[in-house]
């Protein structure tokens, strides 16, 4: 097959007819369908939002959609009281926003990314339920508390909780379609030490609900993919406990104008495969 292509060339106004054949054309990657990234999870619940998820889903045709601080707050509202007025969602949180959220996106033919960011204020250490969130809870106009968890434990149960909830709610078949991912550009403000600690009880975390569960990380903003927690030879990895981990798949953010993607080599856990 060929097509026929006539340009005008400015001010000259010379006609060029160009020839393409089809036939050797390669395939053309469209990588940027795999997933979109769509803000803080707390915008979820707009109109608005979910209009454009809808029109961004039909007419691109997105595959997942990712957001940051479902853990947040202001999203699982673990302050919420009781009748008597006691907290009662310290090791858990209200899953009503999450559920009509990702309800929402299924029904539009799009699956969540689950990014599993950012501190639950339950294992931030100066936090108390009903109070705002303390000066370090800073990161981004919503205050989203992007410190180390205080008790890594209490995040575990936590983050088990919630994913056994989802699959509670969308089945085991349908989970198994969904992506997890262990916080957002930690590299930014951790040491690899730090953040690999918090994959290993995030991630056993999500396997402790069932095995065939999806979960990787980290998202990463170093330019080169090789350099950063992902590789051990690396300086910014030259830590202990680097060793420690096994294999799942990583996210490369850019803002250089060029582009990343899951990297399948990445290294994770053994143990959480």
């Known amino acids: 097959m060929r097509f026929l292509l006539s340009l005008s060339l400015g ?4 006609a060029a007819t160009i ?41 691109i045709g997105f595959q997942y959609v990712r957001g940051h601080g479902v853990l947040d707050n202001s999203v699982l509202y673990y302050d919420a009281t009781d009748a008597a007025g006691k907290s009662s969602n310290q090791s858990a949180g209200s ?6 959220a990702f309800d929402y996106m299924l029904s539009v033919n799009i699956r969540p990314l689950v990014e599993l960011s950012f501190t639950p204020n339950p294992v931030v250490a100066n936090w108390k339920p009903q109070l705002p969130n303390p000066p370090e809870c800073n990161h981004f106009n919503y205050f989203s508390c992007e410190i180390p968890p205080s008790n890594l434990t209490a995040y575990g149960i936590i983050v088990r909780k919630f ?16 992506k997890f991912e262990v916080y957002n550009e930690a590299d930014l403000h951790w040491p690899f030490k730090t953040y690999a600690a918090l994959y290993r009880a995030a991630a056993l975390a999500v ?9 990787g990380g980290p998202a990463s903003v170093h330019k080169d993919p090789s350099c950063d927690f992902l590789n051990p ?17 990583a ?5 250089d104008g060029h582009t990343g993607g899951f990297l399948h080599d990445a290294r994770v856990p053994d143990d959480v495969r």
């Not at 990657?29 to 029109?55: N, Y």
């Not at 396997?207 to 979960?215: E, F, G």
């Open 207 to 215: 396997k402790a609900v069932h095995k065939t569960l999806k979960v």
């Open 95 to 100: 899953y009503f926003d999450a559920f009509s």
């Open 163 to 178: 994913v056994a909830a989802l699959v509670e709610r969308y089945g085991l078949q349908e989970m198994a379609q969904w």
């Open 11 to 14: 001010a000259l106004c010379h």
């Open 19 to 59: 020839s393409i054949d089809g036939a050797q054309l390669a395939p053309f990657d469209q990588m940027w369908r795999a997933s979109v990234g769509s803000g803080h999870a707390g915008l979820w619940q707009r109109s608005d939002w979910r209009d454009h998820l809808r029109i961004a889903a039909s007419e």
């Open 251 to 255: 996210e490369l953010h850019r803002g």
């Open 233 to 249: 030879r690396c300086l910014s990895c030259n830590t202990p406990g680097a060793a420690e981990l096994g294999r799942a798949a």
